[in-house]
């Protein structure tokens, strides 16, 4: 939802005061980035509401995916309650409502850049890089901030990943990495 979606879900007028509203939304504000925290609503002592923010498409995709459901909770996809700017960035982000690639309504188009030790590089497979050499101008040593892991990146490039048939703008296109991809 998007943060207008989610006032209307909740039903301002539920609250007992406007301080309460924005009670909510500031705790709300506060699960932004936090892999964990929630922000909860409760109307009844069989109706709540359980909401955060999703920092990026890797928690997006965990949530669609059914990561943070508990053996009491399951976060289902809701399309009717689903306005068309969260579907469209679903699509911009390739993303399924199950949070599957939809690899077929893609395009990839690579863009030109120069690679600099220190740098962090986004993966398309939702790792992030940190360039640690520079061993030649495509092939580099990375580091997966992750996990901690070295590889050697052979033939990188930049790519704008982007809905098939749509130009790369800035707004409907996730910029990130592969190496090995001369077929591309």
């Known amino acids: 939802m998007t943060v207008a979606d989610y006032l209307k879900y909740v039903d301002m007028d539920t609250f007992d005061s406007r301080k309460e509203v924005a009670d909510s939304m500031i705790e709300l504000g506060r699960t932004l980035g936090k892999e964990n925290d929630w922000s909860e609503l409760y109307f009844a ?42 579907l469209n960035k679903l699509a911009e982000l390739g993303m399924d409502t199950r949070g599957k690639a939809s690899i077929d309504s893609l395009s990839y188009t690579r863009l030109d850049t120069v690679f600099e030790q220190g740098q962090t590089l986004r993966n398309f497979n939702g790792h992030d890089y940190r360039v640690m050499e520079k061993l030649s101008k495509k092939n580099l040593l ?43």
């Open 45 to 86: 002592g069989n109706k709540s509401v359980a909401a955060r923010f999703c920092v990026d498409d890797r928690q997006l995709m965990k949530f669609l995916k059914g990561f943070y459901n508990s053996t009491d909770q399951e976060a289902v996809f809701d399309e009717k309650r689903c306005s068309v700017e969260c």
């Open 142 to 184: 990375l580091m997966d901030t992750m996990t901690g892991s070295f590889v050697v990146a052979q033939g990188i490039d930049l790519f704008a990943r982007h809905p098939r048939g749509a130009e790369p703008t800035e707004e409907n296109s996730l910029i990130a990495i592969e190496w090995g991809m001369d077929c591309i």
